[in-house]
């Protein structure tokens, strides 16, 4: 079964500082990866969908890049705003399922 | 665009009682899926659907029957509801099956058993 572990469980940054948040899962056999951002008491938004082709993806400030051998991904967010603040999270596609890492919680302070 | 739509998005039930969750989508996607999510495990899986008339089960199934109909509706369906499935509840769909596509997800239905 694919785990998946996000590093760091939480994070808060002030405002302009650029962070990185990692996702580790133990299979490599994915078909992408996507980055999703869930507010308070919300659904899941998605941020950047990575295929396993791919080495990364670019959306606005954000960056993701996916290394399949070593079951890594990192989401990059450029000059942090307060508005970032959320949780983020990963989720690996085996197949007909997604698998979820339990998130990092961002806190961009002012 | 509606996008992803569930109803209802709060719901109180009693130990034992029955319901029904609601998801429709209006993009015409084939796949579509239920996941839980619990503080501390991250989401996880009950049912999926890659068309209408197909289901299968996920991770974790039991306590919950799914049917597809329609390419627009996916309804979940608890049994008799259990304190365990205290949780929210999101419904995902995706244009082509899971394989490599984007998922899109609803707002989540905040489910309490007491």
């Known amino acids: 079964k694919q785990e998946v572990t996000q590093i760091p469980a939480a994070l808060s940054v002030p405002e302009g500082e650029n962070l990185v948040l990692n996702c580790s899962f133990t299979?490599?056999?994915?078909?992408?990866l996507q980055w999703f951002r869930q507010d308070p008491g919300k659904g899941l938004t998605s941020l950047l969908l990575?295929?396993?082709?791919?080495r990364e993806q670019t959306s606005g400030r954000l960056n993701a890049s996916l290394d399949k051998s070593s079951g890594r991904s990192t989401l990059y967010i450029a000059a942090s705003q307060p508005g970032d603040s959320a949780t983020y999270l990963c989720?690996?596609?085996?197949?007909?399922?997604?698998?979820f890492g339990t998130g990092t919680s961002l806190t961009v302070i002012p | 665009n509606a996008g992803v739509t569930q109803t209802p998005k709060f719901q109180v039930l009693k130990t034992g009682q029955s319901m029904t969750l609601q998801c429709a989508q209006d993009?015409?996607?084939?796949?579509m899926s239920w996941y839980r999510q619990d503080p501390g495990m991250g989401l996880r899986l009950i049912h999926y659907?890659?068309?209408?008339?197909?289901?299968d089960q996920g991770e974790v199934p039991n306590g919950y029957n799914v049917s597809r109909s329609t390419t627009e509706d996916f309804p979940l369906r608890l049994l008799s509801a259990a304190p365990s499935q205290t949780s929210v509840y999101f419904c995902?769909?995706?244009?082509?099956?899971?394989?490599?596509?984007?998922?899109?997800f609803g707002q989540g239905t905040r489910l309490t058993v007491v």
């Open positions: 995902a769909s995706s244009p082509r099956g899971a394989v490599s596509t984007e998922a899109f």
């Open positions: 659907s890659v068309g209408a008339g197909i289901t």
């Open positions: 299979d490599s056999a994915i078909y992408n």
């Open positions: 990575i295929q396993s082709s791919q």
């Open positions: 989720a690996s596609n085996t197949g007909n399922q997604f698998y």
């Open positions: 993009m015409n996607h084939e796949y």
